[in-house]
């Protein structure tokens, strides 16, 4: 068995334009200070990192991880999320998204996912630039406006949708390969790949693309009402990524899942702090020693009621007491022995 390497931070809900949160120096030295060993990185954050250079210079790589290193904390991953997003993008969300991409392709749905899978592509390089295996993004989404349709769905549709995911992402994931990198799908609303059902339909589309991997985060699969625990057993050879955040939910007479439009404050599902929702994260912790998981524990911190900084420092100390140092043996082995052939066929009644 491994132990977990931990606490990390994803900084994309920390970065901002008031110090110490709008540099690389800066926040990587804040990180430490609440008790962070690393930091995954949102790669489309100019305030944080360059990712031209990134995937370009080698020597850019080496100072930008050895200045986050000097201030106490490494770089565990690269994030794409909302470029991975672009790369799907149904028509019914052009708007909404376009601000994500860059101004020139901006109001051009063709070329804002063909700069959008060239992005991807540099994280990967960057990745292993990094001499980091395993990057982080979102699917996107063509079928989600039909996820709970009325009328029904033609049919067809949705296994159109896959067959359109598939194509464009089998190019960012033969890249990959490329790079020796793993690509690991959050699995999130609004994202095609938004549970193991729509994982597995997708994988089947790539033929099974040893590059396509999962982030596990148990805070969407409690909205889901999904047995988070079970998902572990399920895709544990698939589950490369670990966010460790928190939910609850709490449905009454006038809401459930869909929430009713209202405010995250006010919703049945809503994100928490750590250790203020209702994820069972003491069995999720011995479920990835368990299964070797040697990845980071990542804090990804999303609240409607704390404060971002008090989560933050919470959330260290948090994981910390939840990695479990395996064991290096089994507690009985005192009372064992070397293998005897002979011993062995007599206590069998085997002769």
Not at 158 to 182: I, K, S, T
Not at 189 to 215: I, Q, S, W, Y
Not at 333 to 340: E, H, K, P, S, V
């Amino acid at each position: 068995m491994k132990t977990i390497k931990g606490p990390g931070l994803f900084l994309a809900q920390f970065a901002g334009d008031t110090a110490p949160f709008d540099s690389w120096d800066g926040i990587t030295k804040w990180a430490a200070d609440c008790g962070y060993k690393g930091v995954q990185v949102p790669v489309w954050d100019a305030r944080l990192v360059d990712l031209d250079k990134l995937a370009s210079s080698q020597t850019y790589c080496d100072e930008w991880a050895g200045q986050a290193r000097d201030n106490g904390v490494e770089v565990t991953d690269l994030s794409t999320h909302i470029l991975g997003q672009l790369v799907a993008v149904h028509p019914a969300y052009d708007a909404w998204v376009d601000g994500f991409a860059a101004p020139e392709v901006q109001g051009k749905p063709k070329e804002r996912t063909e700069w959008a899978v060239e992005q991807v592509k540099k994280a990967l390089t960057a990745s292993k630039n990094l001499g980091i295996g395993q990057h982080v993004t979102f699917s996107g989404g063509l079928c989600w406006p039909f996820v709970y349709p009325f009328p029904q769905r033609p049919q067809g549709m949705v296994d159109m949708g896959f067959d359109e995911l598939a194509r464009r992402w089998r190019p960012v994931l033969d890249h990959a390969e490329e790079c020796g990198v793993d690509v690991c799908y959050e699995i999130h609303p609004m994202e095609d790949l938004h549970d193991g059902v729509t994982f597995e339909m997708f994988l089947d589309k790539l033929d099974g693309h040893a590059r396509c991997n999962m982030l596990y985060d148990p805070s969407h699969y409690v909205l889901q009402c999904l047995d988070y625990l079970d998902n572990i057993d399920i895709y544990a050879e698939r589950i490369k990524m670990f966010h460790v955040k928190d939910a609850e939910f709490n449905p009454t007479g006038r809401q459930g899942v869909y929430g009713g439009y209202q405010p995250w404050v006010d919703r049945a599902g809503r994100f928490r702090s750590l250790g203020d929702g209702q994820v069972d994260f003491s069995a999720i912790f011995a479920k990835m020693a368990a299964i070797d998981f040697d990845g980071w524990a990542v804090v990804e911190w999303e609240c409607a009621l704390k404060h971002p900084e008090d989560g933050a420092r919470e959330g260290a100390q948090f994981v910390k007491d939840h990695i479990i140092r395996v064991t290096p043996h089994a507690f009985d082995d005192f009372a064992g022995g070397d293998i005897d052939v002979a011993t062995n066929k007599k206590l069998l009644g085997i002769g």
